[in-house]
């Protein structure tokens, strides 16, 4: 389309893009962020990598980070319902308006922005929109992998890596340390990094990463941790008494990474305190992860997507409140993850599976597992849409039972939109 003027052509121009497109490098966008003037180092930035919990990692330091009073800029993918979720600054969203002219000066002064992927547009755009809008930190999730990704063009002063695992095996490479070396390569000369809990060989290459570029680490188990009672101990602080807004034993270790991040980003000069660290842990919200929607039944929405993710969820489902409890599934997956390892952890949890496609090119058909499916779960069945596959988890649910939307964010995005027009029964 041509070089969009308006708001609601630039809109258009960035939603005709695929999201499921991707070319990693960091060309175009290093001959972008020339074009328009380096927004990326007007800003503090805080890059966050790994394979499961750094969307959620992102939410909990801009909302520490926000409750000690900064102007926080929050760069995350995918969204779930809406694009204007990915980038939002001070908590809310950019509105629809503001995006389309974004977009449109991206282009007007980048003339390599019209051959950027979806990704590198957006986050072009977010830059762009976080040094407009003058804020003071930028909490930035990397998209895929980190050696290659679009954000690590925006020059760090913070990096994190979270819970490395196996995904996107055709782009990074099939093993753990394959994996752990793209992701660690976020890593910079000087600039700290803070690692939350790995496996044993990935912690390995991280380090030895690190040490190759000369970048200090902080690493979860060793520097500093947060318990199940709430009990932070880091590197000149102690804190007691913390409590999360978010489900699960795993966000425990996500919240210790974005704790650490807040207190070297105070070693940088910026203010935080303990007061903000206590309140913003209290007020993180991260939609689609171990999210519960009351009704009768309740819905409990998780983007679990690969083995890891899968893994967590089955351990919240095995505490209170879902422990003992009935639990009806929806699950769709997209074409390039492992879902068989997903399906033998997760569905011999479930009392029965709606088995559905998701909503993007890259959905996996459920013919292709259907029959594994049904060797591990006593009921399943196959719904040829994620709203008939909700209705028939309802219906089964009955009084007692809880619906478990996972598989996919796209999945749990669908239902999202699903349930702003079908009231809860």
């Given amino acids: ?22 070319v990693l490098g960091l060309a175009r966008m290093q001959e972008a962020l020339e074009e328009l003037g380096h927004p990326e180092l007007r800003l503090r930035s805080v890059q966050v990598a790994g394979t499961n919990g750094k969307g959620s990692t992102c939410a909990f330091l801009d909302a520490i980070l926000r409750a000690a009073g900064h102007r926080v800029g929050l760069y995350t993918s995918p969204h779930l319902v809406r694009v204007n979720e990915r980038i939002q600054v001070g908590g809310v969203a950019i509105d629809d308006q503001t995006l389309g002219m974004r977009v449109v000066e991206v282009l007007r002064k980048s003339p390599a922005a019209a051959g950027a992927t979806y990704f590198e547009l957006g986050t072009l755009v977010a830059l762009e ?10 909490v930035l999730e990397v998209g895929l992998g980190g050696r290659l990704d679009a954000t690590t063009a925006a020059r ?8 490395v695992g196996m995904d996107h095996l055709e782009f990074l490479g099939d093993s753990l340390q394959a994996i752990a070396r793209e992701k660690a390569a976020i890593l910079r000369p000087g600039v700290p ?13 991280i380090e030895t990463v690190a040490t190759s570029v000369g970048a200090p680490l902080w690493v979860d188990g060793r520097d500093f941790s947060l318990d199940g009672l709430g009990r932070y101990r880091g590197p000149g602080l102690a804190l007691d008494g913390l409590a999360l807004a978010l489900h699960g034993e795993h966000q425990h270790h996500n919240a210790a990474v974005a704790v650490s991040c807040a207190l070297l980003l105070e070693r940088q000069g910026l203010a935080v305190g303990t007061e903000a660290i206590r309140t913003g842990l209290q007020r993180t919200r991260w939609p689609g992860r171990l999210e519960q929607v009351p009704g009768h039944p309740p819905l409990l929405l998780d983007g679990a997507h690969n083995e890891d993710g899968v893994a967590a969820l089955v351990a919240a489902l ?10 009806h599934l929806v699950f769709g997956v997209v074409s390039d993850k492992r ?11 479930c009392t029965s599976a709606a088995l559905t496609r998701v909503p993007t090119p ?7 597992y259907v029959a594994l499916a049904r060797s591990l779960c006593p009921r399943v069945d196959v719904a040829p849409s994620p709203e008939e596959a909700l209705a028939l988890a309802r219906d089964r ?16 995005g669908a239902v999202k939109t699903l349930l702003e027009h079908i009231p809860a029964r």
């Fill in 1 to 22: 389309m041509d070089t969009p003027r308006t708001a609601d052509e630039g809109l258009q121009f960035l939603v005709t893009r695929s999201p499921s497109t991707v």
């Fill in 397 to 412: 649910a009955g009084p007692d039972g809880w619906v478990l939307v996972a598989g996919s964010l796209y999945l749990v």
């Fill in 339 to 349: 879902v068989e390892p997903m399906l033998r952890a997760l569905l011999p949890r």
């Fill in 318 to 327: 095995d505490a209170p409140p879902y422990a003992g409890r009935a639990v």
């Fill in 156 to 163: 760090p002063r913070l990096t994190a890596l979270t819970r």
């Fill in 129 to 138: 929109h976080f040094a407009g809008e003058g804020v003071e930190v930028a």
């Fill in 362 to 368: 890259r959905s996996l058909d459920p013919a292709a």
């Fill in 193 to 205: 990094g803070v690692v939350g809990a790995q496996p044993p060989e990935a912690l390995a290459t």
